[in-house]
């Protein structure tokens, strides 16, 4: 019949242009391959925002010529960035894993379990005791055999008190195992492969990672001491494509202590709403904040995420619990991947997170305050560079001299662990990290050394 030859036809069309892309993305595969050996030589690093860019307003002028789908194009672009990074990174024999603080603190565990006694300043896992009475409420659930699986989104109590506490409806919420998960659950939900997400650096490793398990493309906005950590409004602005799906936002944050001021927040989300971009707002130092922080809530923008966590503010880490608010659409998508991953969390770990609610966290608060104190001006006695925080746990200051790792190294020989700069973006070699999770009296005996060892 002449539909059943035409059929035929178009398919073996489909199937020759099939071929031809195919031979065209090994084509260019091969010269990603060159690029990456120019830029082996020339010691250039593998990733370069401005040439991307600008090769996505190529083809975005190109698909608006043609009909195609703008979204469709940056999205099939995006695939060919991501593997021609690779494949650059591969030429280069460049390990693409960046040692990250995370990676640190499993070394320093191992040396700890040979018998080497370090000092944890690589983490951020405050060393003060959970609440009492989350204690109780663990023994009490117990008793009751609180133990089975829950609705996944949280089991109603907890839900109904996180959403008092934040004046929303119950159906807003999701409790989940830690801040992490609820970030993970975000970008896996509401990110396509090949879209993109703009993450602000320095930043928590954990955005990137997810966007880069399902596919996703990071775009980078780099920020700098000098600015004050602030990210520039304008430059966000020129980055925002029709593929770009999210922004991810951490204050305070990790791992500056960087707290935004009203108008930057304000037109970050002015920027969120005129694109309808996902607002992923990691606020899990919130409560370690030393100056007003209007979270992205205070916003009422229907397509924000707020990722909260009881693992900081009440030094509850190991229980895994955190949850995340948005609206009950982006609730709804991010609970399916909560139940095919976890099912819930666990029940007498739902009832521990309800009796910490009940707990004052100010004397956490007022210690940290006191910790980041302390070292700021250890560090300032040391002439070195620095923001001071305005919040979170941390401080993160320049090295005058050297890269984060071969200091990093050094100091972990010398049993004290902090964090390479570069784990939190390819730009900040210069930057370490240390955490305010322990004792003065450690944290001090620490920064001795970092002295001893810088001046080498
Ligand atoms: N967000 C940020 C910025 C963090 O630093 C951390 C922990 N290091 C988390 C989220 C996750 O914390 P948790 O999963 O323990 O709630």
Not at 257 to 284: P, Q, W
Not at 329 to 357: C, F, G, W, Y
């Amino acid at each position: 019949m002449a539909s059943d030859k035409e059929l035929e036809s178009l398919r073996g069309q489909i199937r020759s242009v099939t071929a031809d892309i195919m031979r065209k993305v090994q084509e260019r595969m091969a010269l990603a391959a060159q690029v990456g050996d120019v830029k082996g030589r020339l010691g250039i690093n593998v990733k370069d925002e401005k040439v991307e860019q600008e090769i996505r307003l190529m083809v975005l002028k190109q698909a608006a010529e043609t009909g195609m789908s703008a979204e469709f194009a940056l999205r099939l672009l995006n695939i060919l960035l991501a593997e021609s990074e690779a494949v650059q990174a591969q030429k280069q024999n460049r390990a693409p894993a960046r040692q990250t603080h995370l990676g640190i603190f499993q070394k320093a565990k191992q040396l700890e379990a040979s018998g080497k006694r370090i000092i944890h300043l690589e983490v951020g896992e405050p060393d003060y005791p959970a609440p009492a009475q989350a204690g109780a409420a663990l023994a009490e659930a117990f008793k009751l055999k609180k133990y089975h699986y829950t609705d996944t989104r949280g089991v109603p109590q907890l839900r109904d008190a996180i959403a008092k506490r934040n004046k929303v409806a119950e159906d807003r919420i999701m409790v989940t195992p830690g801040g992490r998960f609820a970030v993970f659950a975000a970008i896996a939900t509401l990110v396509k492969p090949g879209e993109e997400l703009i993450t602000i650096e320095p930043a928590w490793p954990t955005y990137r990672e997810c966007a880069d398990f399902i596919g996703a493309r990071t775009k980078v906005l780099r920020t700098t001491l000098e600015s004050g950590w602030t990210p520039d409004l304008e430059e966000l602005a020129s980055m925002i494509t029709s593929g770009t799906r999210m922004i991810a936002l951490n204050y305070p944050n990790n791992p500056t202590g960087k707290v935004l001021d009203k108008k930057t927040m304000d037109g970050i989300v002015a920027l969120a709403k005129e694109h309808r971009l996902y607002l992923l707002s990691d606020e899990v130092y919130s409560d370690y904040s030393f100056k007003p922080f209007a979270g992205a809530h205070a916003y009422g923008y229907d397509k924000s995420v707020i990722v909260s966590s009881f693992s900081k503010t009440y030094a509850m880490t190991g229980f895994r619990v955190g949850y995340a608010l948005a609206s009950p659409d982006s609730i709804k998508r991010m609970a399916k991947v909560q139940a095919v991953n976890v099912t819930s969390v666990a029940e007498p770990v739902q009832h521990v997170a309800l009796a910490a609610l009940g707990a004052d966290p100010q004397g956490n608060v007022k210690l940290m305050k006191k910790r980041l104190k302390f070292l700021s001006s250890k560090l300032k006695k040391m002439s070195m560079r620095f923001a001071e925080p305005d919040g979170a746990m941390y401080v993160y200051p320049e090295l005058p001299k050297g890269e984060d790792m071969q200091l990093v190294e050094r100091m972990l020989e010398r049993g004290v662990a902090i964090a390479p700069g570069s784990g939190f973006g390819d730009s900040y070699r210069r930057f370490v990290r240390i955490s305010a999770c322990r004792p003065e009296e450690e944290m001090g005996k620490g920064l001795d050394v970092m002295a001893e060892e810088m001046g080498k």
